[in-house]
């Protein structure tokens, strides 16, 4: 596509936003411009957490002993025995989440932990390590942890489209541009929906459909 | 070597400001600014929102994070 000044449109206009008009295109190519930075944290977040989803399913790999280099996590708890890294799950900078096990009177616990930066305030005032979920299955702890993280994408994909319609309203007041904001908030929930998601509409679905047949019978 | 922690105050430079973006606070806090929205989603901040519903991290939310239990 041409612009009428004649330079090429293809970088930048989304396919679903055809027959924009000048100011649409305007407000999209500003409006994206200014969360284009967040919308690349977007993917790579949502990329991370879907290997994440592999890893849940293929946890064989995950029963095996300690992975061998890595240290002893202090646990944050007196008198238990020290978390024991099993697998990195995913690094965002210097945040590592971590999949960590140790033996307890039960059996062996799992645990999701989120590894800040040591010298970080947070950190300072907490402790590097914050758990985010346990539980004795690492299959379930998991899935858990991802259900929590797909709605924690939901809120950071939330307030980058309230980011665009606070800068669209500031910078094209008065002007119906409901298109390109539906259109930034559709990109946005595309690159956040995690399969994980997709499965557990099913299972509810399929959930649903037993209990309906069951009503039936 | 026992490290003292700073006072919570000493790490948020502008006390003029009253809130910050989660890009902000996360910086402030020195985590991840996924890490910001995860303490958003579990009660752990409690964020107030301006117009259009943009999140926005009070600044005595921060301290109130920043203080040793």
């Known amino acids: 596509m041409i612009k009428r000044n004649g330079q090429h449109r293809e970088g930048v206009t989304p396919p679903a936003l055809k027959r924009m008009s000048d100011t649409e295109y305007a407000a999209y190519s500003e409006a994206f411009g200014a969360i284009k930075g967040d919308y690349q944290a977007l993917c790579l977040i949502g990329d991370k957490l879907r290997e994440v989803e592999m890893t849940a399913q293929n946890l064989g790999s995950l029963e095996s002993p300690t992975h061998p280099g890595h240290a002893e996590l202090p646990d944050m708890a007196d008198g238990r025995s020290p978390w024991e890294m099993c697998a990195s799950l995913m690094r965002l900078n210097q945040n590592e989440v971590l999949l960590c096990k140790r033996v307890c009177e039960h059996g062996l616990e799992y645990a999701v932990i989120d590894q800040s930066p040591v010298s970080g305030p947070y950190s300072r005032a907490h402790g590097p390590h914050e758990v985010l979920q346990t539980g004795d299955n690492p299959r379930q702890v998991l899935r858990d942890y991802l259900r929590s993280e797909c709605e924690t994408l939901q809120l950071m994909t939330n307030d980058i489209t309230a980011s665009v319609r606070l800068l669209i309203a500031e910078r094209f007041p008065k002007q119906d541009l409901r298109r390109v904001v539906n259109e930034i908030t559709r990109m946005c929930k595309k690159v956040a929906r995690l399969g994980f998601s997709e499965t557990l509409a099913e299972e509810v679905g399929a959930q649903a459909h037993k209990l309906r047949r069951g009503v039936r019978v | ?69």
């Open chain 2, 1 to 69: 070597m026992n490290v003292v922690p700073p006072a919570p105050a000493s790490v948020l430079p502008d006390s003029e400001r009253l809130a910050y973006s989660v890009e902000e606070a996360a910086q402030l806090l020195g985590v991840h600014y996924f890490s910001v929205y995860r303490m958003i989603q579990r009660g752990k901040l409690r964020p107030c929102r301006v117009l259009r519903g943009k999140l926005l991290v009070p600044r005595s939310e921060l301290l109130k994070l920043l203080k040793t239990e």
